[in-house]
Structure formats: structure tokens, C-alpha cells
């Protein structure tokens, strides 16, 4: 495997032979060790919705709920969020849940408002290069989920994780959420090589988004399932209590119901790839 020269603090080094990953505490869960489920709207629409939705998730299994109330899209016409309500919204769904909350940060002056709710913040891929956002985030400790840029190379990606850990926290988790190519059926295909490649030149947890990826809500179950045989250590996925009056990204939201059945994929998926990897241990 090729090295990424420059980078000292998100290669992965070897202690007594083998590899010492990072694992983070996020409440209940340790990323890295448990497998992390992280599932929401894309954007908290009302306190109704995320209640909804939060109780959905929980029961369904997730250890994590996530919701934006920062959207920020290509137009400015579109849906903007609710900010400081819809980050009092999440938080309450979060606590009466028992279920740690993300939601996106865009800007370093939003950093310390929503730091005051959110368990841990999330970059998105088109935010990846904010390297004064990336900076400050650094600064607080708690962790972040860090997107890869639909046109990042994976060197890029891991330099972005190095300024968060070169500032200061350590606690960082790579998403891989599609790539641009000539394609328009999916907005940006999934690169699960991206995915393995990571996992061995990092120690950082590494998961994936194949609902922002593909855009599709018929091709979240297979590219989950895939990502999780690609050796990723979590999803996340957006859930939404009634798609079809969804403020964004219609297409690719699943309904608790189509949900529900996908962690029972996931459970299964999990336990086989377990079997395969002890089967393979003991061959070699």
C-alpha cells in the first residue's frame, strides 16, 4: 500500500506489529468498535417530524440520530432551516430518545452555538476544503464526521482530517459519500475502494453515506450491504416519516418502514462479514 507523505497525525502506525485504530466515544457507543448506525431527515422540518422520525430510528436499532438545521443548498431559494429552533428540536428528540444527536456545521461562528446541543458535528463533501471551518473545529473536542468532496482525491480527503487533528482533536470519523463522474443516474457513485483504502492507511473509523451518494432510495439497501463488506465501520441514512413531502432530496429518503427492514440487513450483513473475517483469521 502506497504512503501519503505529510501527513503525521491521520496515518495509521503500527504499535508491536499491528495497527491501533481509533476508537470515539460518542454516549453509549464507541465508533470503531461498536458499528455505527447513524439515521434522520436531512433537514429538521418541524419538532413533530424529528420526534417522529427519532422514535422511529430508535426502535428500529440506530445508536445515533442525525438532522441539519443548517441547509444551506446550490440555490438560495430552497429550503434554509430553522437554525436555532430546529437545533432545540433535535436536542429534545436526542434526549427523550436516549440517542446522540449530529447535525452539519457551515460556518466557524455557528461552531460554539451548536456545540451547546450537538454530541458531534458533521462537514459536509462540499464544505470538505473549509480549511478555517476545519481549523476550528479542531479547537473543541468533540468528534467529527468529516465528508469527502465529490472531487477530492483520497489524499485530499485524509490532508482535510489532518488540519482537525493538527488543531487539536483527535477525534475524527472519515465519511466516504460518492465521487463525480460523467454518470447522472446516481449523484456521485460510491468508491468503496475509497472505503478499504482508508482503513489501511488511517487508523480513523471510516463509514458511508450511500443515501446522499446515490440518490436513489431502490439502491441504499445494496450499496449499504456492499459498503459493509467493503470493511466500513458505520452508515448513515436518511429517514423521513413522510418522503413525498420532504423539503429536500426526496428521492433518496427511506420511510421508517423500508428502514426498520434495512437494519435487519445490516444485522445480518454484519454477523456474516464477522464469520467470514474469523474464517479467515483461522486459515491464515
Same mark, same amino acid.
Not at 102 to 119: F, K, N, Q, W
Given at each position: 500500500?502506497?504512503?501519503?507523505?505529510?501527513?503525521?497525525?491521520?496515518?495509521?502506525?503500527?504499535?508491536?506489529?499491528?495497527?491501533?485504530?481509533?476508537?470515539?466515544?460518542?454516549?453509549?457507543?464507541?465508533?470503531?468498535?461498536?458499528?455505527?448506525?447513524?439515521?434522520?431527515?436531512?433537514?429538521?422540518?418541524?419538532?413533530?417530524?424529528?420526534?417522529?422520525?427519532?422514535?422511529?430510528?430508535?426502535?428500529?436499532?440506530?445508536?445515533?440520530?442525525?438532522?441539519?438545521?443548517?441547509?444551506?443548498?446550490?440555490?438560495?431559494?430552497?429550503?434554509?432551516?430553522?437554525?436555532?429552533?430546529? =437545533?432545540?428540536?433535535?436536542?429534545? !428528540?436526542?434526549?427523550? $430518545?436516549? +440517542? %446522540?444527536? &449530529?447535525?452539519?456545521?457551515?460556518?466557524?461562528? /455557528?461552531?460554539?452555538?451548536?456545540?451547546?446541543?450537538?454530541?458531534?458535528?458533521?462537514?459536509?463533501?462540499?464544505?470538505?476544503?473549509?480549511?478555517?471551518?476545519?481549523?476550528?473545529?479542531?479547537?473543541?473536542?468533540?468528534?467529527?464526521?468529516?465528508?469527502?468532496?465529490?472531487?477530492?482525491?483520497?489524499?485530499?480527503?485524509?490532508?482535510?482530517?489532518?488540519?482537525?487533528?493538527?488543531?487539536?482533536?483527535?477525534?475524527?470519523?472519515?465519511?466516504?459519500?460518492?465521487?463525480?463522474?460523467?454518470?447522472?443516474?446516481?449523484?456521485?457513485?460510491?468508491? =468503496?475502494?475509497?472505503?478499504?483504502? !482508508?482503513?489501511?492507511? $488511517?487508523? +480513523? %473509523?471510516? &463509514?458511508?453515506?450511500?443515501?446522499?451518494?446515490? /440518490?436513489?432510495?431502490?439502491?441504499?439497501?445494496?450499496?449499504?450491504?456492499?459498503?459493509?463488506?467493503?470493511?466500513?465501520?458505520?452508515?448513515?441514512?436518511?429517514?423521513?416519516?413522510?418522503?413525498?413531502?420532504?423539503?429536500?432530496?426526496?428521492?433518496?429518503?427511506?420511510?421508517?418502514?423500508?428502514?426498520?427492514?434495512?437494519?435487519?440487513?445490516?444485522?445480518?450483513?454484519?454477523?456474516?462479514?464477522?464469520?467470514?473475517?474469523?474464517?479467515?483469521?483461522?486459515?491464515?
Amino acid at each position: 500500500m502506497k504512503k501519503i507523505k505529510n501527513i503525521k497525525h491521520v496515518t495509521a502506525k503500527a504499535e508491536n506489529g499491528t495497527c491501533k485504530k481509533t476508537e470515539i466515544k460518542i454516549g453509549d457507543i464507541t465508533v470503531g468498535k461498536d458499528f455505527l448506525v447513524i439515521a434522520g431527515p436531512c433537514s429538521v422540518e418541524s419538532e413533530e417530524q424529528i420526534m417522529t422520525v427519532a422514535k422511529a430510528v430508535k426502535d428500529a436499532g440506530v445508536n445515533m440520530l442525525r438532522g441539519s438545521v443548517y441547509k444551506l443548498g446550490t440555490s438560495p431559494y430552497s429550503f434554509q432551516g430553522l437554525r436555532k429552533v430546529e =437545533l432545540q428540536y433535535l436536542s429534545k !428528540a436526542g434526549m427523550e $430518545t436516549r +440517542l %446522540p444527536i &449530529i447535525t452539519e456545521v457551515l460556518d466557524p461562528r /455557528d461552531i460554539y452555538l451548536i456545540s451547546e446541543y450537538a454530541d458531534a458535528f458533521q462537514i459536509r463533501a462540499n464544505n470538505m476544503q473549509n480549511y478555517s471551518l476545519l481549523v476550528e473545529v479542531g479547537k473543541v473536542k468533540k468528534p467529527v464526521l468529516l465528508k469527502r468532496g465529490m472531487n477530492a482525491t483520497i489524499k485530499e480527503w485524509l490532508n482535510c482530517a489532518e488540519y482537525i487533528m493538527n488543531a487539536g482533536n483527535p477525534n475524527v470519523i472519515l465519511c466516504e459519500c460518492g465521487v463525480q463522474t460523467t454518470d447522472t443516474y446516481t449523484r456521485t457513485p460510491l468508491n =468503496l475502494s475509497a472505503v478499504t483504502v !482508508a482503513k489501511r492507511l $488511517t487508523h +480513523l %473509523p471510516v &463509514i458511508v453515506d450511500p443515501s446522499h451518494a446515490t /440518490d436513489c432510495v431502490e439502491l441504499i439497501r445494496p450499496m449499504t450491504l456492499s459498503s459493509i463488506m467493503a470493511g466500513c465501520d458505520g452508515v448513515i441514512i436518511e429517514v423521513h416519516p413522510s418522503t413525498c413531502d420532504a423539503f429536500s432530496d426526496i428521492e433518496q429518503k427511506l420511510t421508517p418502514d423500508q428502514f426498520k427492514d434495512l437494519m435487519g440487513d445490516i444485522r445480518e450483513t454484519l454477523t456474516f462479514r464477522d464469520n467470514l473475517n474469523e474464517h479467515y483469521k483461522k486459515k491464515n
